[in-house]
């Protein structure tokens, strides 16, 4: 047990903690269960994890992202409208979440005031890799805004889907849908105010936001970046 590698232990812990989750959250009994279960030494565990179970449901929702990147990577959406493609993104990111009452459990404890700040950067992340992986190369102030808003539209959209027991989902989808034309109609308002008198009027006071630069990428791992 003590040859395999920390990723694949911990990963290990949280196969086994997705058993308990709906019953005790990601919470210390579960961790200790998740550990029990595993037979593993629990200091060695809480090298692992050292804030416990916070760290697997951190665990769970990245594991999440890496199974939505893998989507889409193998998915055809070239011959989709980029609105759709967005729409598939957030789609896939749900639908690999197969386990809602886990999800349900980690928006729970994400929503507390001393894990919310945690919580928010998980749903940049998701945003982020879901832009990345469409092909967004803005490297200006829109590269913070498409994720802002996306964070926005995939924040209201997994509580919508946490509540939805329609067949298939189909209610999220179709709020989903309705939740990116509000974006896009933003989008084509703010096109508008850019070529308006208003918008040359206000160049000055706006010139700021132009010399924003999205975050440089750094080494994540072999073969992979991140920006931060």
């Known amino acids: 047990m003590h040859n395999i590698p920390e990723r694949d232990l ?29 037979e593993l030494d629990a200091a060695l565990a809480n090298l692992i994890c050292p804030r416990g179970a916070l760290d697997l449901a951190v665990a769970y929702h990245k594991r999440g992202d890496q199974l939505m990147q ?25 639908e690999v979440s197969d386990d809602k009452e886990a999800v349900r ?8 005031p ?8 998980l749903i940049w992340d998701t945003c982020d890799a ?9 490297e200006d102030v829109n590269w913070y805004t498409k994720r802002a808003t996306l964070s926005g539209v995939y924040g209201t959209t997994v509580l919508y889907w ?16 309705r939740r990116i034309d509000n974006v896009m109609q933003f989008e084509k308002a703010k096109a508008q105010f850019k ?21 440089k990428p750094k080494m994540d791992m072999p073969g992979h970046t991140t920006k931060g």
Do not use: N, Y
């Open 195 to 215: 070529a308006s008198p208003m918008s040359k009027a206000l160049a000055g006071p706006l010139s700021v936001l132009g010399r924003l630069r999205a975050p």
């Open 162 to 177: 946490l509540g939805d027991d329609s067949d298939g989902h189909e209610a999220t989808w179709a709020f989903l849908d």
């Open 114 to 121: 001393q894990h919310a700040a945690l919580g928010a950067q």
């Open 10 to 38: 911990k990963s290990q812990l949280l196969d086994a903690a997705l058993g308990h989750v709906a019953f005790d959250g990601w919470s210390a009994a579960t961790f200790d269960a998740a550990v029990a279960d595993c």
């Open 70 to 94: 893998a989507k889409l990577h193998d998915a055809e959406l070239s011959e989709m409208r980029f609105r759709d493609r967005i729409a598939a993104a957030v789609r896939f990111r749900l």
């Open 130 to 138: 879901i832009w990345t992986a469409l092909g967004d190369t803005s």
């Open 105 to 112: 459990r980690g928006s729970t404890l994400f929503a507390l």
